[in-house]
């Protein structure tokens, strides 16, 4: 073998382990395990060895390789059974009323609603008085808020406190992340900050980092632990009293519910920080078992703790990684309270497919049903990336996609049709699953035509838009408009439209023939003389028609019987009720297939747009979570900006609202002028 510290080379003898299976080899002989595997195999100079390299290699096992030359099996990666027998030992122990409280939670309507924090906030300063009345608190941090660097500025304040303080998460690159940390660089050259499981490559970036003897908890006043989930569920096991002062968990939305509570056995005061709109914890249970047993929320936890549980809650609010069009976008999934602090004002580099403002583009290909690996695809994919690095060949680039088949065609065919020597190290092609935290200049996101739930999951569609500084390009299928998704992730993706129109120019006259039948195109005649007089709409003004559920239901082409010289608004709660409505037997489905096709084709050709309520404008004694309520809301947005907004319903009620705050209101049937 050849530590990966020192280089220095061990030669084991490859030996014939006959009729040994991995389990009886285990069993019989195993006396440590190890996270560390094989990076390469090379030649050794004597024909029966070989040289092999190994990383992810612990202080403590590269100490036993020096000293003992044992003899070293490498075999599949264990599961991680340990953390949950941890988890279930936690789970049966009833004697902390705060894990109780969090395990046996009532199922409410979400309780969560963050108070938005702007980036030059004092966190340790509302944090401080959070503590003072409560002992736990949650806190949300979209994509590029700086979630590592508020909890870093956090952890060296506790630590100029005295206060023994743990942060865990659930990989060790985190805790590395957070560790290099400015804030924590004094106390790490102290000897104050120590971490569990550290490797030779970890102590060779951190020399002053202490690693946790046989990772056994070290709990001291001034002194900060970093743990792994693993790790970290072993010490709330197993101890019999709460070790710490301080317990901030980070990645806090990759953790299962029992090791949310977890905290609690561990620190008298918790702080949580994740997001609960990324990627949950990856299970191997089917989606059908889960659903059956009703496990979502064990797995969800943090999103289960949020929406469970009274207390103090935050989201950090501005984004330095998004550009202000970047962080429109994927403010959608965030109650639009995403707002950037970019520096970034321009993208460096012009191309017919990159947005100059930054954000979302859409480049609509026709892809074959079925297939994860279509060559178009392909093809358009390595020509918008080669495009972007001719002009820009330091930025970095990535390229993702759900499925592991998609990835491994799109890295052989990179790597055989790229034009250049090799590919370059600034590209990564790589699954969702596995990039959660990266960020990159460029993302191209491929959504194949095939198994399209998966790819639209809401999550994984955040995680996979939300990682560039300057474009994200979504690679997919011209339809998808049309299939079924989350109401976010159709507002992310008709934002990436945004910048499409469609033009319908003069007709000349043309014959039109088919056989022995032709037909002469002359003209066209003006249809709005028979119409009826709108006298709702105002000269001189920007005349906007926003439409209600009840409309669409009975006529589902209003939009085309408005016309394109008006606008027209399409709430959100809109479609979030015509969705809904497709549960109700009584309603006319067809009807609400033609209504939901009619609202896509507008949409794409920019004849009409979507937008979200702005509640704050409602009067004082409105219900802001009441849909009518909020498709006021929108109307009163367009009043405000000096605008005409006339209100489509046939609902008195919402009528007589809207008339009472001064808006214009028609029933469908006067507008139709039946």
Known sequence: HVSNATRVPFQVLATNWSDYSWLDLRKDYQRDYSDAYCAWIAKATEEDFCLIGIKNLSIEFADVLQKEMPIIAFGPKDPPLQYLYNLKDIVADES??????????????????????????????????????????AIQGPPGTGKTYRLAQYAATLLKQGKSVLVTALTNQALMELAKKEDLKDYIFAGKVSKSSMTIDEKRELPCLVPIKENKCD???????????????????????????????????????????????????????????????????????????????????????????????????????????????????????????????????????????????????????????????????????????????????????????????????????????????????????????????????FIPNASLPYSLDPKLFNVATSRARLNTIIVADSTMLQRQMSDDVRKYILKAHEEQF???????????????????????????????????????????YIIDTNVFVKCPDIISKIGSQ??????????????????????????????????????????????????????????ASNPDCKILSVALKHKQEGCNPILLTSDNMLRSRAIGLGLKSLTLKEFLGK
């Open 96 to 137: 902390i009323k705060n894990v109780n409280k969090v395990l046996d939670f009532d199922a409410t309507d979400p309780l969560w609603n963050p108070t938005p924090l702007a980036s030059d906030t004092d966190l340790p300063a509302i944090l401080a008085g959070v503590f003072d009345k409560n002992n736990c608190v």
């Open 219 to 445: 709990a001291c006043s001034g002194y900060l632990s970093l743990t792994s989930f693993y790790v970290s569920s072993t010490w709330a096991a197993t101890l019999a009293e709460i070790p710490f002062d301080y317990v901030l968990m980070d990645e806090a939305s990759q953790a299962l519910l029992p090791m949310i509570a977890a905290a609690f056995k561990l620190g008298k005061q918790v702080v949580w920080i994740g997001d609960q709109k990324q990627l949950s914890p990856i299970v191997a249970i089917n989606d059908d078992i889960i659903s059956d047993k009703d496990w979502s929320q064990i797995i969800n936890g943090f999103d289960t703790l949020c929406n469970t549980q009274k207390l103090d809650s935050y989201l950090l609010s501005d984004t330095f990684r998004l550009m202000p069009r970047a962080a429109d976008s994927t403010g959608v999934f965030y109650n639009n309270n995403l707002r950037s602090v970019s520096k970034i004002v321009d993208v460096p580099i012009q191309l017919p497919f990159i947005n100059p403002k930054g954000g979302p583009n859409f480049l609509d290909l026709e892809l074959e049903t079925g297939k994860k690996a279509p060559i178009n695809a392909f093809e358009q994919i390595i020509d918008v990336v080669q495009k972007i690095y001719e002009l820009s060949p330091r930025s970095e680039i990535a390229v993702l996609s759900k499925f592991k088949d998609s990835i491994r065609e799109l890295q052989k065919y990179f790597i055989l049709n790229w034009k250049g020597a090799s590919l370059p190290d600034t590209i990564k092609i790589e699954t969702v699953d596995r990039v959660q935290g990266l960020t990159v200049d460029y993302c191209i996101f």
């Open 502 to 544: 469609v033009e319908f120019g003069e007709h000349e006259p043309k014959r039109l023939t088919a056989g022995d039948i032709g037909v002469t195109v002359v003209g066209k005649v003006d249809l709005s003389k028979f119409e009826r007089k709108r006298t709702e709409i105002v000269e001189g003004m920007d005349n906007i």
């Open 566 to 623: 008006y606008k027209v608004i399409i709430p959100a709660t809109v479609l979030e009720e015509l969705d809904k409505l497709k549960l109700k037997e009584s309603v006319d489905k067809q009807a609400l297939s033609n209504a939901a096709k009619n609202i896509c084709r507008a949409f794409e050709q920019n004849f009409s747009k979507m937008e979200d309520a702005d509640t704050s404008l409602l009067p004082n004694g409105f219900n």
